[in-house]
C-alpha cells in the first residue's frame, strides 16, 4: 500500500486480556520497528525486524510482550495479560534501508 | 529511555511568527531527524541532518546541529494554524546499531492562533 497501515486503531483492553496488534508496512520494506508512546511523552523503541528476524527486542519492557513477523511483511505486536501501565499508543514504522522512515497512524491501547 | 530533552515543553505563538524548538542529546550521533505528531496520528518525517552537517533547510523548516553542544534547533517560519501539533527530535547513534534506531526526546508542543 502506499503507507504503512495499523489495527485496530482503538483498543480497549480488560485488565488481563491479551491482545494482538498488527501492522502492515509498506511492501518491499525490510526494516520495521515497533515505538510505545505513553501519553505526554516520546516514542520509546521496542523492537526492530530485518525483513522476517528479529534483530532487536532491547525495548520491550517485559516477557510479557511479544512481537513477530513471520514471512517479512506483516507484524503483530501480541501483549499477554495486559496491566494498565501497557495503555499507550504503539506506532510501527517501516523503512527500505534504515533512515527514512515512514509511520503508521498507531494502535491507542486502553487498558481497563 | 529517552535520549534527551527539548525546550521549550511547550510554545504558543501568532500566525506569522517564527517558532523555534531546540532538542538537546547524550550520545554520539550518526544523523539526527526531525518529526511532526498531529493530535492523535501518526508521525511525520519533517527534515533529517547528518552529524557532519551544520545547517539544513527544507522550506520554511531551518535545521541547526552542534555537535560539540550536542543540540539541535528547529526553525518554523512564518508559521501557520496548520503548524499547531508536537515536534519531536530523534537520534541514531553513531557508533550503535546499523539499522537505524530512532531514540527520542520528549517533544515541544507548539501552538499556532489565527
Known amino acids: 500500500g502506499a503507507g504503512v497501515s495499523q489495527s485496530p486503531r482503538y483498543k480497549v483492553a480488560k485488565r488481563g486480556q491479551d491482545v494482538a496488534l498488527r501492522c502492515d508496512p509498506i511492501?518491499?520494506?525490510?526494516?520495521l520497528f515497533w515505538y510505545q508512546q505513553a501519553l505526554g511523552q516520546g516514542p520509546e523503541f521496542l523492537t526492530y525486524?530485518?525483513?522476517?528476524?528479529?534483530?532487536?527486542k532491547s525495548g520491550l519492557p517485559s516477557d510479557r510482550f511479544f512481537a513477530e513477523r513471520p514471512e517479512g511483511s506483516v507484524s503483530t505486536l501480541k501483549i499477554q495479560r495486559t496491566q494498565q501501565e501497557d495503555s499507550a499508543v504503539y506506532l510501527c514504522a517501516s523503512s527500505l534501508r534504515g533512515f527514512g522512515y515512514t509511520f503508521g497512524s498507531g494502535t491507542r491501547l486502553t487498558v481497563v | 529511555s529517552q535520549q534527551g530533552e527539548e525546550d521549550p515543553q511547550a510554545l504558543s505563538i501568532q500566525e506569522g511568527e517564527n517558532a523555534t524548538m531546540n532538542c538537546s542529546y547524550k550520545?554520539?550521533?550518526?544523523?539526527l531527524q526531525w518529526y511532526r505528531q498531529n493530535s492523535g496520528r501518526g508521525l511525520v518525517h519533517l527534515i533529517l541532518?547528518?552529524?557532519?552537517?551544520r545547517e539544513k533547510h527544507s522550506g520554511r523548516l531551518r535545521v541547526t546541529l552542534d555537535t560539540s553542544k550536542k543540540s539541535s534547533s528547529l526553525l518554523i517560519t512564518a508559521s501557520r494554524a496548520a503548524d499547531t501539533a508536537s515536534y519531536f527530535c530523534a537520534t541514531v547513534d553513531a557508533g550503535g546499531t546499523s539499522y537505524g534506531k530512532l531514540t527520542f526526546g520528549q517533544g515541544t508542543i507548539l501552538t499556532v492562533h489565527p
Open positions: 525486524f530485518q525483513n522476517e528476524a528479529q534483530l532487536d
Open positions: 541532518i547528518r552529524s557532519n552537517e
Open positions: 511492501s518491499g520494506h525490510v526494516s
Open positions: 550520545t554520539s550521533i550518526n544523523n
